[in-house]
């Protein structure tokens, strides 16, 4: 399973930004997809996941009401659009892969992408 993020760039605070993340080489629909993010000198952190049929959604706490998952079974990929962006979202997302649920922690997932730049300026 390979998993392709892009979508980052540079945005004032306030704006938006779409991330897509690509999954290829097998079923899609066999898996939940996590969105993680990891600034610079910390640890990486969930901040959204969907199961692997689309059907539930899991928010961190810090993203809720201006980040929406969400995905395109035609097109085995994942979004995730953020909107109201802070300077604090600034950071490395990758999304990652594991079989059917939702998990919160990064151990828990199978497969990762490499990994977009989202840097938000004040």
């Known amino acids: 399973v390979q998993l392709q993020a892009s979508g980052g760039g540079l945005v004032q605070a306030g704006g938006s930004l779409r991330l897509s993340c690509a999954l290829s080489?097998?079923?899609?629909?066999?898996?939940?997809v996590g969105w993680f993010r990891q600034a610079p000198g910390k640890e990486r952190n969930f901040v959204v996941g969907?199961?692997?049929?689309?059907?539930?959604?899991n928010y961190a706490d810090s993203v809720k009401g201006r980040f929406t998952i969400s995905r395109d079974v035609a097109k085995n990929t994942v979004y995730l659009q953020m909107n109201s962006l802070k300077p604090e979202d600034t950071a490395v997302y990758y999304c990652?892969?594991?079989?059917?649920?939702?998990?919160?922690?990064?151990?828990?997932?199978?497969?990762w992408g490499q990994g977009t730049l989202v840097t938000v300026s004040s």
């Open positions: 080489g097998d079923t899609f629909t066999n898996y939940a």
């Open positions: 969907i199961n692997w049929i689309g059907t539930a959604t």
């Open positions: 990652a892969a594991r079989f059917f649920q939702i998990a919160t922690m990064s151990s828990e997932y199978l497969y």
